[in-house]
């Protein structure tokens, strides 16, 4: 009787096995490595992907139709600021809607300098994406000096390695520098191979915002490779471009330096923003001397006449080096201190105070700007040339160099939005600068690859069910400079951890993400 049982039942016993709870069917499947696109279903069942391939025998809870549509891994976005902005919005609109599930932060040497603490709430509060992170040496060096302008003593070094040691075992996946922000910017590179050494020991890797992306570009590269080579780790080189019109065109210059490096066996990547405009604070406009100690001290200096004067007449240098007449290029992003400047220039700011047309006032409008705590900016300077030249180097990611974006506040870079769509669309559909696949590749396995982020950036059977389903031919980045505020379209879902949360093209307000650690977290349980 009991055998008679077990055969009656087995057929409903394989049935339950084999169901997954959803199946998304008749889509083009680029599955992250490079390779080109097939026909064929994904099945998705506890969070994992449980099957790829023609799976009419299967059944699912839910079932998506994704004919005439791309199936292909969530994107990661390798390079983000997302701190403190999780907390107001944990939706994380803006990245899932340009198909991002996957983000890494505490980039530039900026970071949260107790990343257990910092794993733990995330992990509680729950956001709608998953989040990697950096330590940040800024943070680090602030935390044991603040931002005092000299070299550490050894018992400062000691302590500095002690937060990186501690930081690579609660779960960072390398150590950031930003070598253009205090106090980074005061460091040799001595004490950055240091640190490195740390994160080698854990299987980190180094990430850099170079101490210089335009005229000295070539010797900060050259330090960014010493870096890896001596401290024995791999090196990501963040948001790599050619800032200035002086500039313009060295990207034949820069580039071989990245491609010799990996010819001679140093693991070298970089990342890019397909933009001609960067976005960071108004001080790195100002002599970096000046900006020790905090505020009050950069008020102090400021205070000073001749120091004022010295100044402004640095920031007329650096600008004539650019060949422009105004600050036009330098576009204010979010002012606290006065929101009705945000979305001008600072040649408009100027002339909305009612100034003269000069450089000189325009200097004095920045100085003013910075004794009332700085700005976030825009700054327009890049050549579109250098742009698809860095775009067509194939150990290049792509990254928003964002954060997550409180809808409609200040005036933000566009990269915010519409990263991805707008490689998608200008880049691949439009420009043909490079495949479908091969951007795909650059946005899924290649940074899991790099940033070891383990069971992501392919689509396979057993690894996390981060997924993004697309239109190629609608997908289109919206955002703009003028009108930054507005989402990328083309994107009809976008399941994290097995969870639809971007159903039809809107967040349905689901947050299954979760912290990916480093592969240090999991050698020292």
């Not at 000189?360 to 705590?373: L, N």
Request: with cysteine; hydrophobic share 35%; net charge neutral.
């Amino acid at each position: 009787m009991k055998l008679v049982l077990v055969i009656l039942f087995l057929p409903f016993i394989s049935y339950s096995q084999n169901t997954a709870d959803i199946i998304i069917r008749n889509g083009k499947i680029i599955n992250g490595t490079g390779n080109s696109w097939y026909y064929g279903d994904v099945a998705i069942k506890d969070g994992k992907i449980l099957k790829i391939g023609k799976l009419n025998n299967e059944h699912a809870t839910k079932e998506l139709d994704a004919t005439g549509l791309i199936i292909a891994p969530g994107f990661i976005d390798v390079h983000t600021h997302i701190e403190g902005d999780e907390v107001q919005n944990p939706l994380a609109t803006n990245f899932l809607m340009d198909g991002v599930t996957t983000v890494v932060t505490g980039n530039c040497g900026s970071s949260k300098a107790d990343l257990n603490k910092y794993f733990t709430m995330l992990d509680s509060m729950k956001l709608s994406i998953n989040v990697a992170s950096l330590i940040g040496h800024n943070t680090v060096r602030r935390a044991v000096m603040g931002t005092a302008n000299r070299h550490p003593t050894t018992d400062e070094l000691n302590k500095m390695k002690l937060l990186v040691d501690q930081a690579m075992k609660d779960g960072a996946v390398g150590l950031s520098t930003g070598l253009i922000y205090i106090p980074g910017t005061y460091t040799k590179t001595e004490e950055i191979v240091e640190l490195a050494k740390i994160a080698s020991k854990y299987n980190g890797l180094y990430a850099s915002h170079m101490r210089s992306e335009s005229d000295s570009v070539v010797q900060a590269i050259q330090e960014a490779l010493r870096v890896g080579r001596e401290a024995k780790l791999p090196v990501e080189i963040s948001h790599f471009k050619l800032s200035g019109q002086q500039n313009w065109g060295r990207s034949k210059e820069t580039l071989p330096l990245v491609i010799n490096a990996r010819n001679e066996g140093l693991d070298v990547t970089i990342d890019q923003y397909p933009y001609t405009a960067s976005s960071t604070n108004l001080g790195t406009l100002l002599p970096d001397e000046v900006l020790a100690d905090g505020q009050d001290s950069i008020n102090a200096r400021l205070g000073n006449a001749a120091t004022r004067e010295y100044v402004k007449k640095a920031m007329i240098k650096s600008l004539k080096k650019r060949r422009l007449k105004h600050f036009s290029y330098a576009v204010i992003a979010y002012f606290k201190a006065d929101t009705t400047m945000n979305g001008k220039s600072i040649e408009q700011a100027n002339l909305a105070k009612g100034r003269k047309h000069t450089l000189k006032e325009e200097a004095e409008t920045i100085v003013e700007m910075m004794e009332k705590g700085g700005a976030s900016m825009v700054f327009h300077g890049m050549s579109e040339d250098d742009v698809k030249n860095i775009m067509r180097y194939p150990y290049n990611m792509f990254a928003s160099d964002a954060s997550i974006r409180i809808f409609n506040e200040g005036a933000p870079h566009p990269r915010g939005y519409g990263t991805n769509a707008r490689v998608l669309s200008k880049y691949v559909r439009d420009e043909k600068v490079i495949t479908l696949e091969e951007a795909i590749r650059r946005m899924t396995s290649l940074p899991a690859q790099k940033f070891q982020l383990k069971d992501r950036g392919l689509l396979k059977e057993g690894y996390a069910a981060d997924v993004v389903v697309f239109d190629e031919n609608k997908v289109q980045d919206l955002s703009t400079y003028d009108k930054p505020h507005q989402y990328t379209i083309g994107f009809k879902y976008v399941i994290v951890n097995g969870v639809i949360t971007i159903d039809n093209g809107q967040h349905n307000g689901n947050r299954s993400g979760m912290t990916l650690k480093g592969q240090s977290f999991e050698t020292s349980l």
